[in-house]
């Protein structure tokens, strides 16, 4: 097991072979994820083993994705920390007939071309386990809420000039 993981895989070979992989991504190296980072520092961690299920023998991979994102809040639009803590059990398919066949009973992967990027298959399982909106428990918004009284808001209407008033003097 080492630290660096591969480019390209071929999963099928992989389970084959029974072939563990562990090793870190940095946060850098995934494009997708940018643009909901407020910084792009850190490390995932990533440990896959590549196996069959027990009863179907299907080709499967299962293991883990951990790290800490520093994510945007949307409130306030600083940094909030997110902890990744992604659990993988897949199985694979090399048709979209297999994936709809199996889709009741287990989660797929369409293989295509015996390859996979191992890079964009573990940034696919960082973004399906994004909050939809990164938020502190308790902060204050970005821009403060402007809160008037009815009152106030007649009283500065009538004291500004209304710009039509002028067409009432050409009408005479």
């Known amino acids: 097991m080492s630290k660096r993981l591969p480019i390209d895989i ?10 563990l992989l562990s ?3 940095l946060v850098k190296q995934l494009p997708r994820l ?3 980072l407020f910084t792009n520092v850190g490390t995932i961690s990533v440990g896959l083993a590549f196996d069959r299920t027990e009863i179907t023998r299907l080709p499967r ?10 994510l945007t809040c949307q409130r306030c639009l600083k940094s909030v920390l997110h902890k990744v ?5 897949l199985v694979f398919v090399t048709s979209d007939a297999e994936a ?9 992967w369409l293989v295509e071309d015996n390859r996979i990027f191992l890079q964009d298959f573990i940034e696919d399982e960082i973004l399906l386990g994004l909050p939809h909106s990164a938020l502190h428990e308790q902060c204050e918004p970005f821009r403060p809420l402007i809160e008037a ?4 808001i007649k009283s500065q209407q009538e004291d500004v000039e209304n710009p039509f008033a002028i067409l009432k003097t050409l009408h005479k």
Do not use: A
């Open 149 to 152: 009284v009815p009152e106030e």
């Open 10 to 19: 071929d999963p099928l070979r992989l389970v084959e072979q029974r072939i």
């Open 85 to 89: 803590d992604s659990k993988i059990d």
């Open 34 to 36: 940018q643009e909901q």
């Open 61 to 70: 991979v299962t293991g883990s994705v951990k790290g800490l994102l520093d």
């Open 100 to 108: 709809e066949r199996l889709q009741n009973d287990h989660e797929t």
């Open 23 to 25: 090793g870190e991504l």
